[in-house]
């Protein structure tokens, strides 16, 4: 009896012994939670320790108990090829049972298993991780996510391991309300998809612009933002959720080759941005061959991942440095071109100040800054969407200028086309005039000689006057004298009267309110244009019909031409050089001249689009 009491006695003390060390070591780390618990992080409440090796449950209990733990600080650990081990004790105040959520935020965790100490047993809630399949995971979520059940005044024991060789590695830890979780993913949701959907958005208006404008610049962008858009997707974990659910191991090899891409289009696309090339040329250079070293290192990653994990401990830290020089280059010849006084490139270096304000926002928070960890914002996807934006304007204005001068070039072209075709019928309208003088006062007048030479009452002396009068109507055809006294009205009238007594053709002509005061070189253009038709129509259409309107809509004027002629091709017409001077008189007064034609059914001619 005494030996058995004092085996009691003993165990009592033992175990007043092992609680008062239990409370020692864990008194920092245990805390309360009720029914009315939203979020609660975990790291301030917890014990820490990191092993080389993997060890047991057990023993990782044993090594809490002895006191091994340390505080964590916060929860970006840094590069450690270790396996770290969290333990915490939290107690559960509420009146009825109640379910909470706890979150790892971040889905790129190779190894994560949750256990719960029971005393002498203790139990996993899940295993999971980038070396599991999606579907392995204890709830269906983005994150890492455990669901808890807890009863009312129960105490749970809870024991993590995470392991992430050759990488940082970050613990943002939380226990979540189910429904304060659902709402946080709500939001979430909702900015993710107004994310994605600017940058696909940002993504197919620069490779438009690629096709029409066949710009470098727009290429580079157009693959920038789509590898922000695959990193995002990867980063977030919704890839890994969404598009290769089945597969292990990859979700990291992913991750490391979309960063290094985003560099690399980042960089081509600043070189194709600012005239580095043509300012800077030594840092362009480098650049070109930071872009180089990044492509290969992507190649080499890919195909020898296994053998690259091992030192990405050291490699790693390695492209960081490059990345920093680049970035260093970039901004500072951008600074350097600021002072050139470049718009695009003020543009751009706000765009960088924006993202460099929002990621360094984001590694506050990852190191556990309270102020910054109040919002569940992502604040890096807040400054690319600033970034992006600043340098979708700035493309915008370049894209502006480029079709300003394209367009003010055109102008320019129009009103050299316009001055050359009011030449070329100035010439054509002053020889006109030359021929018409030579035929009037030295032709008409030797012929005149002869007549009076040849006597009267003869066949030559007839002929001799046919002649004199064929010439006088040419020279009259030629540079009409009376345009500006009798005007357009009469002498297309008149030229319809002659045509049909000389040639049997039933000319008719009619005007509909048409002007009487339109400009002089208005009509003696227009006059032009309907004498080379209708004597086209005479030569080559064999005609019996021939159908003039004149008529004003509102300011415009327009003129119709028609005949039941025989037709032609109208490709072999555009090579005529009466129709070219029908043509460019039309484009002088910038309007235009339609023709169609037909061998079968004749041909008809529109006037349009000027305006008095």
């Known amino acids: 009896m005494p030996t058995w009491f004092a085996l009691r006695m003993k165990m009592a003390l033992l175990s007043v012994l092992l609680f008062l060390i239990a409370g020692a070591t864990h008194g920092q780390s245990r805390w309360v939670i009720t029914e009315n618990s939203t979020k609660e992080r975990v790291l301030p409440h917890a014990k820490m320790v990191k092993v080389d090796s993997l060890i047991t449950p057990q023993q990782a209990t044993d090594a809490f108990a002895s006191g091994a733990g340390e505080t964590v600080d916060g929860p970006v650990l840094g590069y450690i090829d270790q396996y770290v081990w969290l333990y915490t004790t939290v107690t559960y105040r509420g009146k009825k049972n109640a379910e909470f959520y706890l979150e790892l935020n971040n889905p790129h ?48 024991q809870l024991l993590m391991i995470f392991y992430k060789p050759g990488s940082s590695i970050e613990i943002p830890l939380h226990l979540w309300a189910p429904s304060a979780m659902s709402h946080r993913d709500y939001v979430n949701n909702l900015g993710y998809g107004a994310f994605f959907g600017f940058l696909l958005i940002c993504f197919l208006a620069s490779a438009g612009a690629y096709v029409v404008l066949k710009r470098v610049l727009h290429l580079w962008y157009a693959l920038y933002v789509l590898s922000v858009f695959l990193y995002v997707l990867v980063n977030l974990g919704l890839a890994f959720q969404w598009l ?16 290094v891409t985003i560099f690399v289009c980042f960089f081509k696309f600043s070189q194709a941005f600012l005239p580095f090339q043509q300012t800077l040329p030594r840092v362009n250079a480098v650049l070109s061959g930071i872009t180089y070293y990044f492509l290969i ?49 003020a543009l751009y270096l ?39 934006l600043i340098l979708s304007l700035a493309l915008t204005l370049q ?11 055109s102008v320019k072209m129009a009103q050299q086309q316009k001055e050359l075709l009011k030449a070329y019928v100035e010439g054509v309208e002053k020889e006109r005039e030359r021929v018409s003088r030579e035929l009037h006062d030295d032709i008409g007048s ?167």
């Open 297 to 345: 290192s992507i190649l080499i990653g890919v195909a020898t991942y296994p053998a690259v994990k091992k030192i990405s401990v050291y490699w790693l830290p390695v492209n960081y440095v490059i990345m920093l020089v680049g970035h260093v280059l970039v901004v500072g010849g951008a600074v350097y071109v600021v002072r050139k006084h470049r718009q695009d490139a």
């Open 399 to 409: 894209i502006k200028k480029v079709y300003d001068e394209r367009n003010a070039l």
């Open 109 to 156: 965790m190779d190894y994560v298993e949750v256990f719960e100490v029971r005393g002498a047993e203790i139990v996993s809630h899940g295993k999971t991780g980038d070396i599991f399949t999606f579907k392995q995971r204890p709830l269906a979520h983005r994150n890492f996510v455990f669901p808890l059940p807890f009863s009312p005044g129960e105490e749970k």
């Open 244 to 259: 290769y659910p089945q597969t292990t191991d990859v979700n990291s090899i992913v991750h490391v080759s979309l960063s």
């Open 446 to 612: 030797r012929l005149s000689t002869l007549k009076r030479h040849a006597g009267e009452g003869n066949v030559l002396h007839e002929k001799i006057d046919e002649l004199c009068t064929d010439v006088r109507n040419m020279s009259h055809q030629l540079s009409p004298a009376t345009l500006k006294v009798a005007g357009l009205r009469h002498l297309v009238t008149e030229m319809a009267e002659e045509t049909g007594s000389t040639t049997g053709i039933a000319v008719d002509v009619q005007f509909y309110d048409w002007p009487a005061d339109i400009p002089q070189e208005v009509a003696h253009h227009l006059y032009r244009v309907v004498q080379e038709a209708v004597s086209n129509t005479v030569k080559y259409a064999q005609a019996t019909e021939l159908d003039i309107q004149f008529f004003k809509h509102q300011n415009e004027l327009v003129i119709t031409i028609d005949d039941n002629g025989k037709g032609f091709e109208l490709t072999d017409a555009y090579k005529g050089i009466g129709l070219k001077n029908m043509q460019a008189r039309v484009a002088s007064l910038q309007g235009t001249l339609e023709i169609s034609s037909d061998p079968t059914h004749g041909t008809s001619i529109l006037i349009k689009g000027i305006y008095v």
């Open 350 to 388: 706000v765009a960088m100040c924006v993202l460099f304000f929002f990621g360094s926002l984001q590694v506050l928070r990852a190191f556990d800054v309270a102020v910054i960890t109040s919002t569940d914002l992502n604040l890096l996807m807040v400054g690319t969407t600033f970034e992006l």
